[in-house]
């Protein structure tokens, strides 16, 4: 299963990017969406989670408030990120799982990632 991230691009500090990420098929309930990051040099980090059938969410303290991670439809799920900062660039990865869990290792299926540059 592969998903399709798409939505980064080059922002100034303080915009906003609306990042997506499309399933093939539909994104059965027992799923966990979660979308991660990875800057350069630096390992892969979660930055949000959204449980299918819930809707619960978690964010990372670092974007806590400035980032929101949203299901926009039955195969497609959302990260609007605000206020965003130099420090928030970095290779963004939709990924799918079923463990409510901030481990990559626990995500069997992934984007190919989208690339989100903020300039100060």
């Known amino acids: 299963v592969q998903l399709q991230a798409s939505g980064g691009g080059l922002v100034q500090a303080g915009g906003s990017l609306r990042l997506s990420c499309t399933a093939p098929g539909r994104i059965y309930s027992s799923a966990v969406m979660a979308w991660f990051r990875q800057a350069p040099g630096k390992e892969h980090e979660i930055v949000s989670r959204i449980r299918w059938s819930t809707g619960n969410t978690w964010s990372a303290d670092s974007v806590k408030g400035r980032f929101t991670i949203s299901k926009d439809s039955y195969n497609t799920v959302s990260l609007q990120m605000t206020s965003l900062q130099p420090e928030d660039t970095a290779v963004y990865y939709c990924?799918?799982?079923?463990?409510?869990?901030?481990?990559?290792?626990?995500?069997?299926?992934w984007g190919q990632g989208t690339l989100v540059t903020v300039s100060s």
């Open positions: 990924a799918r799982g079923i463990q409510w869990s901030g481990d990559r290792r626990d995500y069997n299926f």
